[in-house]
């Protein structure tokens, strides 16, 4: 039977939007030729890109990674309607990332679902979640909030919403700095799952302090560094701030899946996969 999760929080406070610099300018490559008249041609060789966690395929992975710590269930599809309060002072916890409302991100997903569908089932609860933000009140939300959320997940429209907030917010900006630093696919997706637990404020354990500590130990392949070096001490201090709250004491996620498939030097998250997370097993084909 699998062990129920406590979902990881986010610091206090909305999240702010998060902006990590400028991409990299891909230089192709050139090969330099020379002619029958002894004078050289040079043309375009780019080396075809790599493959990123953005890749459709990856990236479902990356999901059911993220699921098996989340939800100890790989089906991270059937999350859309979880909702509930599990007391970690972030008020109610929702949908396939964990949007609190009481870190903002959960209002920004409303807000959004509302852009896009104005009368939705959801739209009265707006003042509410403006006013809950940053605190653990369900005051304006209760009794019938939870309801309405789970109605308003069988809305294909509300599903999208929370796709492209987790796109926005988590995935695209994780994905965007591990390419940056030059770490492949399953560097991107120790990012991404940083960024899950940790969202990118100021405060001393979230991802970018995270990065900040791996630097000081280790260069990333961007900078010259071994990737593997790099990534565990990424880890080494993804642990320590994991550490720094009572919720994150449990460090398997780390320990037992992604260190696993740091030491197997999976770099690009190829399948099959085998890791554990909070003593229980999975596996992808």
Sequence with gaps: MLTPHVRAPRPLRFLPRIAL???????????????????????????????????????EIAMQIVSSAENSSLDWKAQYKYIEDIDDGRGYTAGIIGFCSGTGDMLDLVELYTDRKPGNVLAKYLPALREVDGSDSHEGLDPNFTKDWKKAAQDSEFKKAQNDERDRVYFNPAVK???????????????????????????STSFS?????????????????????YLNAFLDARVWAMKQEEAHEDTSRVDTAQRVFVRNNNFNLNTPLDWKVYGDSFHID
Excluded at 25 to 49: F, K, Q
């Design 21 to 59: 610099g400028v991409a990299l300018l891909a230089v192709p490559a050139t090969a330099v030729a020379a002619t029958s008249d002894g004078s050289t041609e040079v043309s375009a060789a780019p080396a075809p890109a790599a493959t990123g966690l953005d890749d459709p395929a990856k990236k």
């Design 177 to 203: 700095r591990g390419k940056q630093d030059g770490i492949g696919v399953l560097g991107q997706f120790i990012y991404y799952d940083a960024i899950v637990m940790h969202g990118d404020g100021g405060d």
């Design 209 to 229: 302090s995270i990065r900040k500590k791996a630097l000081a130990k280790a260069k990333p392949p961007a900078q010259g560094g071994d990737e593997k070096t």
